[in-house]
């Protein structure tokens, strides 16, 4: 990668950060595209909580829809305090606050009216989610879970994209297994027999990757803080509640 494409990359990132949000109180150009695109990366896991909160299929993604349209549109993110500055905090007791006064609307049945309404795959979604257990889980650690294992899924797409465009998908393809250190798909000597290189330089890949991952993971973390210095706090509580 260039340094002007590593520029480039820090520039998307920092433009995605909740705290431009949260500076701008949701009003700016720049703030509305960051909280969209946020949104949109995160959506499923509050689709996954209205549905475990009883509602079904077809009311569910209209209350996903509307919630989003609402939160786009109305600048509700002003509001936010700064100071407790997890996105998917925010993002939750927004979500609870307008199911608690949703009937009216829902009566009304409107799918869409001229609303901001995201582009959100909610045949993807709703496949996810008839993976989910059905009575292991609450609606509020459904929504944990589901916001962790995105995150995750997010880190191991962007570091696979970025193998992409260096021509190199090849090697990621072969290194993936490795990510979370030994591997029992493969071994580094059948990575290194498929790529034409030394073990030792395929294990010294391996570490190189699992590193790159990690400083993505954190950067993905600190997307959705106000603070960067809660990266290691939300990283522990995120992964106690995969392993939960």
């Given at each position: 990668?260039?340094?002007?494409?590593?520029?480039?990359?820090?520039?998307?990132?920092?433009?995605?950060?909740?705290?431009?949000?949260?500076?701008?109180g949701g009003s700016?150009?720049?703030?509305?595209?960051?909280?969209?695109?946020?949104?949109?990366?995160?959506?499923?896991?509050?689709?996954?909580?209205?549905?475990?909160?009883?509602?079904?299929?077809?009311?569910?993604?209209?209350?996903?829809?509307?919630?989003?349209?609402r939160l786009l549109?109305?600048?509700?993110?002003?509001?936010a305090d700064p100071?407790?500055?997890?996105?998917?905090?925010?993002?939750?007791?927004?979500?609870?606050?307008?199911?608690?006064?949703?009937?009216?609307?829902?009566?009304?049945?409107?799918?869409?009216?001229?609303?901001?309404?995201?582009?959100?795959?909610?045949?993807?979604?709703?496949?996810?989610?008839?993976?989910?257990?059905?009575?292991?889980?609450?609606?509020?650690?459904?929504?944990?879970?589901?916001?962790?294992?995105?995150?995750?899924?997010?880190?191991?797409?962007?570091?696979?994209?970025?193998?992409?465009?260096?021509?190199?998908?090849?090697?990621?393809?072969?290194?993936?297994?490795?990510?979370?250190?030994?591997?029992?798909?493969?071994?580094?000597?059948?990575?290194?027999?498929?790529?034409?290189?030394?073990?030792?330089?395929?294990?010294?890949?391996?570490?190189?990757?699992?590193?790159?991952?990690?400083?993505?993971?954190?950067?993905?973390?600190?997307?959705?803080?106000?603070?960067?210095?809660?990266?290691?706090?939300?990283?522990?509580?995120?992964?106690?509640?995969?392993?939960?």
């Open positions: 990668m260039s340094e002007n494409d590593d520029a480039d990359r820090r520039g998307d990132f920092e433009s995605t950060r909740w705290s431009v949000v949260l500076r701008a700016a150009p720049d703030s509305l595209e960051a909280l969209e695109t946020l949104c949109r990366t995160y959506w499923f896991s509050l689709y996954a909580y209205v549905r475990r909160r009883g509602y079904g299929t077809e009311d569910a993604q209209d209350l996903t829809q509307e919630f989003f349209a549109e109305t600048g509700l993110v002003g509001s100071y407790r500055g997890k996105f998917r905090a925010f993002l939750l007791a927004s979500l609870r606050n307008f199911l608690a006064n949703h009937w009216e609307w829902l009566q009304a049945k409107k799918r869409g009216g001229g609303r901001h309404r995201l582009s959100l795959d909610f045949a993807a979604g709703d496949s996810r989610y008839a993976l989910e257990p059905h009575h292991e889980l609450t609606a509020e650690r459904l929504f944990e879970r589901q916001w962790a294992i995105t995150l995750l899924d997010q880190v191991l797409a962007r570091l696979r994209q970025e193998f992409a465009a260096a021509g190199r998908l090849p090697e990621f393809e072969q290194l993936k297994p490795f990510l979370a250190g030994r591997s029992a798909e493969t071994s580094y000597a059948e990575v290194a027999a498929a790529l034409g290189v030394s073990e030792g330089a395929a294990m010294a890949a391996g570490s190189r990757l699992r590193k790159k991952y990690r400083s993505l993971l954190r950067e993905e973390v600190a997307q959705t803080l106000a603070d960067p210095s809660d990266v290691d706090a939300e990283l522990l509580e995120l992964f106690a509640i995969l392993a939960s």
